[in-house]
C-alpha cells in the first residue's frame, strides 16, 4: 500500500457534477445501445471522454477531472464525444470485465492483473471510486454506428487509450501508450 489515501488529493473530490445535463440520473442510469455484444447488458455509465492530452478515457463529470500522465494537471476533454461504458457481467467472448475507474487518474483501468503500477507519478491506480462498477467492455467486432473501435489496452498503465491515430498519446514518463490485446470498441454519442 502506498499513503495514497492520506494525502489530501485522494479525499478531496466534490463529487460536483459539470453539466445540468449530466446529472446523477443520467450519470448513473442505463441508456440504450443498438447493437453488439453489450446490448445483453443494459448498464451503462456516460459521462466518459477522451483526453487531447495523453488519449485515454478519463470521467469527465466531476469538477476535478483527475490527473493527466502529461503533465501532472487535469485531463482536457477538448471537444472529445461522449461516451458510455457497460458494467456488470462477465466474460463472454467479446465482453472483457474487470476494467475499474482509478480515483487518482480518473482514468478506465484494466484491474484483471495483480499489479496496478504506472498511474501517475510514483502511484499505482486505486479503485476506492465513487464508481462501484466493475465495467465490461465489448471487443472485437465490426465497429456499428453509435460505437467508436480502436480502443486499446496499454501495457504500461494498463489504461484504455484511442490507438486510431499514429500519434499513441502520452503515457507515464512521457512515453507513447503500448497497445496490445483486443480491440475494443466503445459507445459514443
Ligand atoms: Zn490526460
Ligand atoms: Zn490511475
Ligand atoms: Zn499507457
Not at 482514468?107 to 501517475?120: D, E, M
Not at 456499428?144 to 484511442?162: D, H, K, S, V
Request: proline content about 8%; glycine content about 10%.
Amino acid at each position: 500500500m502506498d499513503e495514497a489515501d492520506s494525502r489530501p488529493d485522494a479525499t478531496r473530490r466534490s463529487f460536483l457534477l459539470k453539466a445540468a445535463g449530466l446529472g446523477v440520473a443520467a450519470a448513473f442510469a442505463g441508456a440504450a445501445v443498438g447493437a453488439g455484444p453489450a446490448l445483453a447488458e443494459p448498464n451503462m455509465h456516460a459521462g466518459w471522454r477522451t483526453c487531447q492530452k495523453c488519449l485515454c478515457l478519463f470521467y469527465w463529470g466531476f469538477s476535478d477531472s483527475g490527473q493527466c500522465p502529461k503533465d501532472f494537471g487535469t485531463h482536457q476533454s477538448g471537444n472529445s464525444p461522449f461516451y458510455r461504458l457497460p458494467w456488470g457481467g462477465g466474460w463472454t467472448p467479446n465482453d472483457q470485465p474487470d476494467w475499474r475507474c482509478c480515483h487518482l487518474c480518473l482514468r478506465i483501468f484494466f484491474a484483471g492483473y495483480l499489479s496496478w503500477a504506472n498511474c501517475t507519478l510514483a502511484r499505482s491506480h486505486r479503485i476506492s471510486s465513487p464508481f462501484p462498477f466493475n465495467y465490461v467492455l465489448p471487443h472485437d467486432f465490426p465497429q456499428p454506428p453509435g460505437y467508436q473501435a480502436n480502443w486499446r489496452y496499454c501495457t504500461t498503465c494498463q489504461t484504455l487509450f484511442y490507438s486510431g491515430h499514429a500519434w499513441q498519446g502520452v503515457c507515464k514518463y512521457g512515453a507513447p501508450h503500448q497497445a496490445a490485446g483486443y480491440n475494443f470498441v466503445i459507445p459514443v454519442n
